[in-house]
């Protein structure tokens, strides 16, 4: 019925653009710093954390994305079932 409120499909572009955000920001603080940390504890950092982080984090967006998409199908399908049994 009219009255009945809709739930809001989460806004999953808004987390991913400020995970995408964060990302460069941490990349841009890292050049900085390893500008003038250079010994065997900024390799093995650099190797070990910030190097797998990059094929994580895409696989993290495309997921986001995904589930993104599926979420808004879900949604459409929904509105399309609710103004069917209206008619």
Same mark, same amino acid.
């Given at each position: 019925?009219?009255?009945?409120?809709?739930?809001?499909?989460?806004?999953?572009?808004?987390?991913? $653009?400020? &995970?995408?955000? /964060?990302?460069?920001? =941490?990349? #841009?603080?890292?050049?900085?710093?390893?500008?003038?940390?250079? *010994? +065997?504890?900024?390799?093995?950092?650099?190797?070990?954390?910030?190097?797998?982080?990059?094929?994580?984090? $895409?696989? &993290?967006?495309? /997921?986001?994305?995904? =589930?993104? #998409?599926?979420?808004?199908?879900?949604?459409?399908?929904?509105? *399309? +079932?609710?103004?069917?049994?209206?008619?």
């Amino acid at each position: 019925s009219a009255g009945v409120m809709r739930m809001q499909i989460a806004d999953l572009s808004t987390s991913r $653009s400020m &995970l995408v955000q /964060a990302a460069r920001e =941490l990349r #841009e603080k890292w050049l900085d710093t390893s500008a003038t940390w250079r *010994d +065997e504890n900024s390799r093995q950092f650099a190797e070990q954390v910030l190097e797998p982080m990059g094929p994580q984090l $895409s696989l &993290l967006w495309a /997921a986001i994305q995904a =589930l993104e #998409e599926t979420l808004h199908q879900a949604e459409q399908d929904l509105l *399309d +079932e609710e103004s069917m049994t209206r008619e």
